[in-house]
């Protein structure tokens, strides 16, 4: 597990082994919405992530990389790792917003585990309430090889 300041020196690594275009399964473990706005905006015009190859899929077999939001229930926790399950290796996951990374403004409650990490390893975290589309961009730009240190 890593933050986003030190994400960079994995996605280099990763550009080794991933000379092609990134899919991305998004999986909503029971946050309110507002980072899965931030996420969509990352596919549209203004920020366009599909001009670096990043596709979003609608099956997890077909993914590269797992992007939760929101924070994990009891309720959604056996089905992130089932979903985690069944993306193929090699595999990263991107907890998306505070929520994911740590539980947020819901940690404590009666119905939340915390973050992604207490159910399936987590490669990248993305804090922010919402997290900013414009930093997950940067998180895939360089995980596509597409941006360089500097970058
Ligand atoms: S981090 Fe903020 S915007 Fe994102 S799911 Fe949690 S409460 Fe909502």
Not at 42 to 49: H, M, N, R
Not at 55 to 63: M, N, T
Not at 78 to 83: C, E, G, K, P, Q
Not at 123 to 148: S, T
Request: net charge neutral; glycine share 12%; charged share 20%.
């Amino acid at each position: 597990m890593e933050y986003i300041t030190s994400f960079y020196t994995e996605a280099l690594y990763m550009s080794y082994f991933r000379k092609k275009s990134i899919w991305v399964y998004h999986f909503n473990s029971g946050g309110c919405n507002g980072c899965d706005i931030e996420f969509v905006d990352a596919l549209t015009p203004k920020y366009d992530v599909e001009r670096l190859g990043v596709q979003l899929v609608s099956s997890p077999r077909h993914a590269d990389v797992l992007v939760v939001t929101g924070p994990i229930t009891t309720m959604a926790a056996r089905a992130l790792r089932n979903i985690y399950e069944q993306i193929p290796e090699p595999k990263k996951v991107i907890a998306l917003g505070t929520c994911a990374c740590t539980g947020g403004i819901f940690a404590g409650g009666y119905n939340v585990i915390g973050g992604a990490d207490k159910v399936i390893p987590v490669d990248v975290k993305i804090p922010g309430c919402p997290a900013h589309p414009g930093v997950f961009l940067k998180a895939l730009a360089r995980l596509a090889g597409v941006e360089r240190d500097g970058g």
